[in-house]
C-alpha cells in the first residue's frame, strides 16, 4: 500500500505509545483514524495530539472506547466507525498489548488470560472481523486490488523466543508473528498485504499496564508493584520514539516488507534475526552441548560487554519479574531480591 491520502485506518491501542505516534503518523499521511482503546480519558487527550500534529480536523480522529477483548463490542465499534466513516478500513493496524513479567512456572490462569486476550485475541478478532469487509470493499483479482489495502500488527521482538520470565507474552506474540505470515500469504491475491512490527523498547506507558488490569483478572502469580511498574517505565523511557516506529512501519507498508524491524537498515535486522536463530537451533543440542556452548557465549559476552540494548538494574530499583510472594515451591533463585 502506498497511497495513503484520504484513506481510513482503525488502529488498535491509539490512545497511547505506539499506537498513538502510528495514529499521528497515519492523520498526517492524509488517512482518516479510528483509534481503539479502553481507556478513555487517554482517548480524549490523543485525540488532540493527533489533531495538533497531523493539521488534520477533528471530526478526521474518531475515538472508540471498548475492551478489545470483547468481541461483541469489537464488532459494534466497526460498524460504527464504517458508518461514519462510509467504509471499513483500508488499513487495520492492532497494536494494543500488555505485559506482565514472572517465573513461567508461577504464571496464573489470569496471568494468561489477560496477556494473551489482548496480545494475541484481540488481534485474531480484528482480523477475523475487518478482513471479509476489506476484501469486499476492496479486494480485486489476481493481484490487483479494487483499492489498495493492508493489515498490519505490532508484536515484539519477543515472537522470537520464549524466556523463563516472558511466557504468556512470547507465546501471545510468536502466535501473532504466525498469524501475520499466514495472512501475507492469503492477501496478495485479492491485492492486500501483512505486516508485523517487531520492537524491542519503545517509549510508551506499557510499564504501567497493570494498574488497567480488568478485576477479574487479577489473580497473578507475579510479583507486581509500584516499585516494579516504575522500574519497568524507567526502561521503558529509553525506548524508541512512537512516532519514528510509525516510520518504520509505514516504509514497511509501503514496500511490501511482512517483517519490520527498527533496527537501522534491514541488513541490520538480518542479523538480528540470525541471531535469535542460531539461539533456537541450539535447542537441538543435547542438554550437555548447550551448556558448554551457553558458558562460552557468557565468557565471550564478559570479554566483550553486554548486547546492544541489554540494561542493568539501576541503583535502588525494585526488580520486576519474581513471582509473589507466597509462592512456596518458587525457587529462592528465580526471585530476583527485593
Ligand atoms: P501502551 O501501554 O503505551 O499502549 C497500549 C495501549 O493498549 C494502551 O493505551 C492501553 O489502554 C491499550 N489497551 C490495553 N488493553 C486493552 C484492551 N483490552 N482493550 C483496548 N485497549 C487496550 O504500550 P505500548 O508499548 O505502546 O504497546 C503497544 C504494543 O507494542 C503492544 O502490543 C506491545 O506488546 C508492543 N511492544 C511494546 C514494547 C515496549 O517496549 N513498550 C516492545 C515491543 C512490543
Known amino acids: 500500500m502506498k497511497d495513503f491520502k484520504g484513506k481510513i ?189 517487531c520492537p524491542a523498547n519503545i517509549n510508551s506507558n506499557i510499564g504501567n499496564a497493570e494498574k488497567f488490569r480488568p478485576e477479574h483478572l487479577r489473580n497473578t502469580g507475579y510479583h507486581v508493584s509500584e516499585g516494579t511498574m516504575a522500574h519497568l517505565s524507567s526502561i521503558h523511557a529509553g525506548g524508541i520514539d512512537p512516532v519514528e516506529l510509525a516510520e518504520y512501519l509505514k516504509e514497511g507498508i509501503e514496500n511490501g516488507r511482512i517483517i519490520v524491524m527498527p533496527f537501522g537498515p534491514p541488513e541490520e535486522w538480518m542479523k538480528m534475526l540470525r541471531g535469535n536463530n542460531e539461539t533456537i537451533e541450539d535447542y537441538i543440542l543435547t542438554a550437555a552441548e548447550r551448556n558448554k556452548k551457553m558458558e562460552e557465549r557468557m565468557a565471550a559476552m564478559q570479554r566483550n560487554g553486554p548486547p546492544p540494548g541489554a540494561w542493568s538494574v539501576p541503583e535502588g530499583a525494585e526488580p520486576f519479574g519474581g513471582a509473589r510472594k507466597d509462592l512456596d515451591y518458587i525457587d529462592p533463585s528465580r526471585n530476583p531480591k527485593w
Open 9 to 197: 485506518a482503525f488502529i488498535t491501542g491509539g490512545a497511547s505509545g505506539a499506537g498513538l505516534g502510528q495514529a499521528k503518523l497515519f492523520a498526517k499521511a492524509g488517512m482518516r483514524v479510528a483509534i481503539a482503546d479502553v481507556r478513555r480519558d487517554a482517548l480524549h487527550k490523543a485525540v488532540g495530539e493527533i489533531v495538533d500534529f497531523a493539521g488534520c480536523k477533528v471530526t478526521d480522529v474518531l475515538p472508540l472506547c471498548f475492551d478489545l477483548t470483547d468481541r461483541k463490542a469489537y464488532e459494534a465499534a466497526a460498524d460504527s466507525a464504517e458508518a461514519i466513516f462510509g467504509g471499513p478500513p483500508h488499513l487495520l493496524i492492532q497494536t494494543a498489548g500488555v505485559n506482565s513479567f514472572g517465573p513461567i512456572e508461577a504464571s496464573t490462569f489470569d496471568d494468561f488470560d489477560w496477556v494473551m486476550g489482548v496480545c494475541l485475541d484481540h488481534v485474531v478478532n480484528g482480523l477475523i472481523i475487518f478482513v471479509p469487509r476489506m476484501i469486499k470493499a476492496y479486494g480485486g483479482k489476481d493481484g490487483v486490488p479494487k483499492e489498495e489495502f493492508h493489515v498490519a500488527t505490532t508484536s515484539s521482538m519477543g515472537a522470537f523466543m520464549g524466556g523463563a520470565g516472558t511466557g504468556p507474552y512470547s507465546a501471545a506474540k510468536s502466535a501473532v508473528n504466525n498469524l501475520m505470515y499466514s495472512y501475507a500469504m492469503a492477501l496478495p491475491v485479492y491485492g492486500g498485504g501483512a505486516t508485523v512490527l
